[in-house]
């Protein structure tokens, strides 16, 4: 079977090799190439430098700005996303079914399900429409994740969701026929290294330096303590973080961005991972810091809860004395530390194993073709 990748709205794979996460992303389809011989055919929204960053005969690449002209004017951009599947119809013809990296961009994968008449699965990451209330966007934004939830819920054949949670909001504030699928996020690595090997007062924290991962709060709830902060990621409130901790006289070591797989060996080197996020979907950083064998305290927040029994598998805070008691309680006791981080490990092996998502996301593109 060939199976066609159409990339979130505006992203390449370049975007994906300058951030870093070129590896991680294509291990998924490496996987399903090696298990089950799928060949996929990859839409970007890249030009030719795309194509020279894969050497596999399995994945054929189809940058659109090889196709279209991509215009400075960014609704000129959104426009031209439109016609391109028009472009590119005639070279699409023998493939078996498409299948959107995220919502953002269905657009196109709709416009070829029309036109090639075959099976569209929507794969979603996290709630488009829900995200846009959290961080108030715009109101005419928000009609217009709204309205391409609803055409997405309608056009797709599968449509597939993260967790339980963005289901759950799905079923509650939109009509469809279809059935929803979970397919959580997954984890490749396991690793594990023991208590007295990890840092003792070397907190870990991972993700974009914006106001959704809630770090301002955090450095607050931390400061007047002996641990410091380790964060690797960036973003726009960078050097303001910066200011506030020094203000504050907050340990907060500003590590930059990480290439996936050098992040992974940062996880097991820590007793403890922090997640302060007021929102996420199905937090990838928690479950692969799970699978490292940290011990994970996060913000108390639905998805999160989802992933995380509080004082089973990792634990859950809110004030910031909950914060604070908690991280000292894993640090000091190596036999709870265990136990937490023991439970968090297994967790991840029976859900969130690379193997068993792959498995189980095939089986789904048989059902669509009729395999």
């Known amino acids: 079977m060939n199976i066609i990748l159409i990339f979130t709205y505006g992203v390449s794979l370049k975007d994906w090799n300058e951030t870093g996460i070129l ?21 970007t929204y890249g030009n030719k430098d795309d194509i020279s960053l894969l050497n596999n005969r399995n994945i054929e690449i189809i940058p659109i700005y090889e196709y279209i002209k991509k215009y400075k004017n960014k609704y000129l951009r959104f426009l031209m996303s439109f016609i391109f599947p028009f472009r590119i119809k005639k070279i699409l013809i023998d493939k078996n079914l498409i299948k959107t990296n995220q919502l953002n961009g269905v657009w196109t994968g709709i416009i070829l399900k029309r036109l090639l008449k075959i099976p569209l699965f929507v794969r979603t990451g996290y709630n488009l429409y829900e995200f846009s209330i959290y961080e108030n966007k715009s109101k005419i934004k928000k009609i217009f994740f709204h309205q391409l939830t609803k055409i997405a819920l309608k ?9 339980n949670q963005d289901k759950k909001f799905l079923e509650k504030n939109f009509k469809f026929d279809n059935e929803i699928k979970l397919i959580p996020n997954w984890v490749n690595k396991i690793s ?10 070397n907190l870990l924290t991972v993700g974009r330096i914006e106001d959704q991962k ?3 709060l955090l450095i607050d ?7 410091e902060l380790d964060l690797i990621g960036d973003g726009s409130r ?6 506030y901790s020094k203000k504050l006289n907050s340990k907060v070591n500003f590590l930059g961005k990480k290439a996936h797989e050098d992040l992974i060996e940062f996880y097991k080197n820590y007793r403890i991972f922090i997640s302060s996020s007021l929102y996420e979907g199905n937090s990838k950083v928690i479950l692969e810091a799970m699978a490292s064998g940290c011990v994970v305290v996060a913000f108390d927040n639905k998805n999160n809860r989802e992933i995380i029994d509080d004082e089973k598998n990792g634990f859950l805070y809110t004030t910031e004395n909950e914060l604070v008691n908690k991280i000292n309680r894993i640090i000091k006791d190596e ?15 029976s859900k969130n194993l690379l193997k068993k998502i792959v498995n189980d996301e095939v089986e789904y593109y048989k059902f669509l073709i009729q395999i």
């Open 238 to 243: 960078k050097n303001q973080l910066k200011k």
């Open 23 to 43: 590896k991680r992303e294509l291990e998924i389809y490496n996987k399903m190439i090696d298990l089950y011989g799928v060949k996929f055919t990859f839409i």
């Open 335 to 349: 036999k709870f530390y265990d136990f937490i981080s023991k439970n968090a490990y297994e967790q991840i092996k």
């Open 192 to 201: 594990y290294k023991d208590f007295n090997d990890r840092h003792c007062n």
């Open 214 to 216: 809630n770090y301002k």
């Open 155 to 163: 056009m797709s054949d599968l449509y597939s969701v993260t967790s």
């Open 221 to 227: 709830q931390l400061k007047g303590t002996n641990y």
